[in-house]
């Protein structure tokens, strides 16, 4: 089998050999993964908690109740399941259903998923759903977290590719004119986006925590920027980890530091904050392309699917 370490998406890989309609015995699904039957079954049952044969006969039964409850014949469902009887495939049906094919209640009274270690069940011909109450460690997780802890790291990376820069380059108008918001002021060059990027969070910071206003015009050289982003980043997740701790997002703070002063609701600052941040990173990644900077590694590429598969590959 290929080494795990350098596949984005390893647990799709073993599925897909698990439940390939040409695979309909262990040896085929091993075949297919490039790998042993002893090693296949040992990493498909690691991940899933069922063996390869279980979770492949499982999923298909499923299938097949989708496919009844759709009109399909209990004949047509039977082979196309992959059984050489149809006398077999309604015995298999009926011991995991409780009920014979021809007794499978529609859609609208019950469903077609079957009681499962890992989550992972049929939901259409071409989409597989995994729940995420089975199988959390399986899941994108909450996804305000995954934006916000998105949003950081990328602009981790683009200060990292900001500092090989000449000066010229980093300061020189890009698009002239520009604001992203009326109150930030111009924002024409590379220098002008990252700073705001970098900076934006500290007004709302100081807000949430009491404190004074914050000076978001200091020194906008890249290695400043890198300097108050690494402040920046944990207070600014510590700041809503409490708040979703406290499951306060319809909480209201009366902003002093604006003129005059404002209301705002907690979960219309993050959403606010995560919207012009990803705008940015976007524009940023234009202004770095008008510079000749090429951004096709993997570390800088904006997808956060991608970016998710990355993190969640390096935690496991």
């Given at each position: ?31 297919d993964a490039h790998t042993s039957e002893f090693h296949f ?25 989708w496919l009844l409850q759709r009109g399909t014949s209990v ?196 959403a606010h904050e995560i919207t012009f941040a990803a705008h ?37």
């Open positions: 089998m290929a080494d795990d370490t350098h596949d984005p998406d390893p647990w799709r890989r073993l599925l897909d050999a698990v439940l390939d309609a040409d695979n309909r015995s262990l040896t085929a699904m091993a075949g079954t040992r990493q498909v049952r690691a991940r899933s908690g069922e063996s390869p044969v279980a979770l492949r006969r499982r999923v298909t039964l499923e299938r097949a109740a004949t047509d469902c039977a082979f196309d399941s992959g059984y050489e009887s149809v006398e077999g495939f309604s015995r298999a049906f009926a011991r995991a259903f409780g009920h014979p094919p021809t007794a499978m209640p529609p859609a609208a009274e019950r469903g077609h998923w079957l009681p499962a270690p890992n989550g992972l069940h049929f939901h259409s011909p071409t989409v597989l759903y995994v729940d995420s109450g089975a199988a959390s460690e399986h899941s994108a997780g909450d996804v305000l977290a995954l934006l916000v802890r998105h949003d950081l790291d990328d602009t981790t990376q683009l200060l990292s590719v900001c500092t090989a820069l000449a000066d010229d380059d980093y300061r020189r108008v890009r698009l002239a004119g520009h604001r992203v918001l009326e109150w930030h002021g111009l924002e024409e060059s590379i220098a002008a986006v990252l700073t705001r990027l970098v900076r934006a969070k500290l007004p709302w910071l100081a807000t949430v925590e009491g404190a004074a206003a914050p000076n978001v015009d200091g020194p906008d050289d890249v290695a400043s920027l890198r300097t108050d982003h690494e402040n920046i980043a944990p207070r600014w997740l510590a700041m809503i980890r409490d708040v979703e701790r406290r499951d306060a997002w319809a909480d209201m703070i009366i902003d002093a530091l604006c003129e005059p002063p404002e209301s705002f609701l907690m979960s219309q600052i993050v940015r990173r976007q524009l940023l990644r234009w202004m770095l392309a008008d510079a000749g900077v090429e951004l096709s590694s993997p570390a800088t590429d904006p997808d956060p699917i991608m970016w998710h598969r990355r993190t969640w590959h390096a935690d496991t």
